[in-house]
């Protein structure tokens, strides 16, 4: 099977005791560097004032039920967001589409 284009899809995630509580796909990218910026500056207040703990980056397919090639967690920190393990269950996918 040969991959097509993919992008990069930022989702913020608010979990708790490993339950999505709400979730919100903020934004996607063509490139990769730019959705990390994103997520690392909080840029626009994807954090919302402690709404969103986590955020995800998915780099996808294109598509009909696009497949997650990568993914790339954070969680909130000291004033920021930091990278993480993934915080939930590892067979959940397609956070921000799908």
């Known amino acids: 099977m040969e991959l097509g284009e993919s992008i990069f899809v930022v989702t913020t995630i608010h979990i708790k005791n490993k339950e999505i509580i709400r979730k919100r796909c903020v934004g996607w990218f063509a490139r990769f560097d730019d959705a990390f910026n994103t997520i690392k500056t909080n840029s626009g207040d994807i ?52």
């Open 47 to 98: 954090y919302e004032a402690g709404w969103y703990n986590h955020a995800i980056i998915e780099q996808i397919t294109d598509g009909l039920y696009p497949r997650i090639i990568n993914e790339y967690w954070f969680h909130w920190q000291n004033g920021g967001y930091k990278r993480t393990k993934k915080p939930v269950p590892e067979n959940w996918v397609n956070f921000g589409i799908g």
